[in-house]
């Protein structure tokens, strides 16, 4: 990769007139150069990222067949897309090129320590980079987090889902990445709790001051529901042996021995209680259906295939196994490492 030609300045999209102007003016000191607004992608160093949280990665903007193209990367994964999908947000971090770009291209990484800057994106990533508007409302805090998170996330599960670990400083980036991505979850779950702790706090006043008397009117409801059941089983035997004694009595009337042909069965009076559009029957509730085990080796073995009954003896079995206590049928993870050293001894 040359060294860029600071006299290529007559056509500006193949000029590095705006990338020399703004790194002289970081190197000392000065106000950022104004990038241009025509949109059009100046060649030059930089440096640019997926997301907020996402790694940086280097990148070189030059004509490519007439056209700008944008090479992001280290050495090792570099890629080429359109400038376009990495101009204007790479503009404002221009690199040297002999003392930043290229060490760093070369090397695969940051510096000497693989920090987390280093880790290399996916291939087109970049494009879910986002401009944004200085004068729109700042974002909350929770949501910028939430956005972050989601930007790490995606970038990292597009290089780690498909690519192997060949190299200690690839194993040191994706721990390091990995560590990235769980503090940024951690922040952002430590913001949820504390946005929902109002909400919570607001919940927990309005249950003390409810539920005693919601959880007092318990037991007289339920002595009032024994009350009305007890009545209504009275009620019931009344009303049919009201009604036995009159089918008696026609019967007599007619001449009729008791004993020739038994009446028929009466049928017990439904009973309603309650007064009209609140009447419900004042019979109590038949119980749930129950079964008692009887054989327990039986009924363990015609269950035997049930989801519950092997998701509870996997947990009596991690439960045994942390005590180190071996089940049949079962084989524990320590009894495989201990074979392991044997073999290895």
Known sequence: MAEPNKEEIEYPQGSYKFWYAALDARKAGKPDIPVPSDGIARPGYYKTRAGKLAPYEP?????HEGAAFALIGFRNNARR?????VWPFCAKHQLDYESEFMPAFNAGQWGSDA???AVPAADGVVTTQHNVDP?????????????????????????YSTRRLLTK??????????????????????QRKAENKPHDDAIAATNAAYFPAIRGAGPVLAIMERKINEWGEGEAKRLTEQAAAAERAAAEKLGRATDEAPPAP??????????????????PKAPPATATIT?????????????????????LANYDARAK?????????????????????
């Not at 990148?59 to 004509?63: E, F, G, Y």
């Not at 897309?81 to 999908?85: D, L, S």
């Not at 972050?148 to 990292?156: G, I, K, N, P, S």
């Not at 009076?269 to 309650?274: A, L, T």
């Open 59 to 63: 990148c070189a903007i030059d004509l």
């Open 81 to 85: 897309v359109p400038a376009k999908q």
């Open 115 to 117: 920090p987390i800057e």
């Open 135 to 159: 004068e729109a409302p700042e974002m909350p805090k929770g949501a910028k987090l939430a956005e972050e998170v989601a930007d790490l996330t995606a970038t990292l599960q597009a290089h």
């Open 169 to 190: 400083d690839d194993a040191d980036r994706c721990e390091n990445a990995r560590k990235a991505l769980t503090g940024a979850a951690k922040a952002l779950d430590t």
């Open 266 to 283: 009466v049928v017990p009076p439904k009973v309603m209680v309650g007064t009209i559009g609140n009447r419900r029957s004042a019979a």
């Open 295 to 315: 054989n327990w080796p039986q009924a363990t073995l015609y269950y035997g295939d049930h989801p519950r009954l092997r998701a509870l003896v996997q947990e």
């Open 325 to 345: 206590k071996p089940v049949p049928g079962a084989t524990m993870s320590w009894e495989t490492s201990e074979k392991q050293e044997a073999a290895n001894a």
